[in-house]
């Protein structure tokens, strides 16, 4: 592709920039059709005009399936942190009217939902009735990726445990949550699981996570026998409902199928842990009186 200098940024370029980051997202065009609300032609033209404005293939689409080239991934990051900075200068403008204008984004990880001090969702809730003009964007992801986004700005702020706190975050409790071992109603001792001796952990093939978890929590499953890995808790649930193995989960993740008979806790009195939920922000002075409303509402200044 020819190359060309960029000499301007337009609000056009802009719009085809938050069109390519929709697509990478989504994974092609044709999933991304629904959220942009735009034909998988017009998505090809717009990202073939993208393309040629910048002098260079952002990513490969074809039979082999969607790809970013290098060159596609320099140019994610980049107007990744050009949107953060747009975001913050928009951000100091409404600091000046005082007025509640904006996007807050947000990153969490996955199946807090379902905590009964539902204090993320009321402080949401109080934003939104602030301001009609607050777009509020949730990112369900990983612990590690929420504290990267916060960092570099494209989030202002993150729900997760404590696990290794960075120097760069600030780390606000919002509360505790306790994971107990579960096995399912298809399982050999959920008819026994009160009085299951804890002293057999490892004669137990269980579900261990691969995401970063407490040393408190390693400590727990290393009691126990490896014999598969889930990505995030969801994953976990799958293979205890399976009967073929036991694993941790948080109580009121866990409540849904405990409830319906489906799964119940092996010693709940022996065998738990507890993790520490926070609300992490980055250091430094903050210019955003969207964020500054969120975290009143939280008491997590």
Known sequence: ??????????????????????????????????????????????????????????????????????????????????????????????????????????????????????????????????????????????????????????????????IMPLSGLNYAPLYNERAYLYCSHKHMLFSAADNFDYRRLNQLDAVIPSYRISTEAMNHHAMLNSAATASDREGIAFLILTGQFVGFLPDHYAYFWVEKGLMKALAPEQIYYDSKISIVTRKGKRNNSILELFLDELECK
């Open 1 to 162: 592709m020819k190359s060309t200098n960029l000499r301007q940024v337009t609000d056009f370029d802009l719009k085809l920039l938050r069109i390519f980051k929709v697509v990478v997202e989504c994974g092609s065009f044709s999933a991304a059709e629904g959220s942009l609300g735009m034909t998988r032609s017009a998505i090809s033209l717009h990202m073939s005009d993208l393309e040629k404005r910048l002098g260079m293939r952002l990513c490969q689409r074809g039979r082999a399936g969607f790809s970013l080239t290098d060159e596609g991934r320099e140019i994610l990051c980049a107007s990744e942190t050009m949107m953060a900075s747009i975001e913050e200068f928009r951000q100091h403008v409404n600091q000046m009217h005082k007025q509640l204008r904006g996007e807050f984004n947000i990153g969490i990880i996955n199946n807090l939902v379902t905590q009964p001090m539902m204090r993320i969702t009321n402080a949401l809730e109080h934003l939104r009735s602030a301001s009609s003009h607050i777009q509020i964007n949730i990112s369900m992801s990983t612990p590690t990726e929420i504290e990267r986004g916060v960092l570099d700005g494209r989030l202002q702020v993150g729900a997760l445990p404590l």
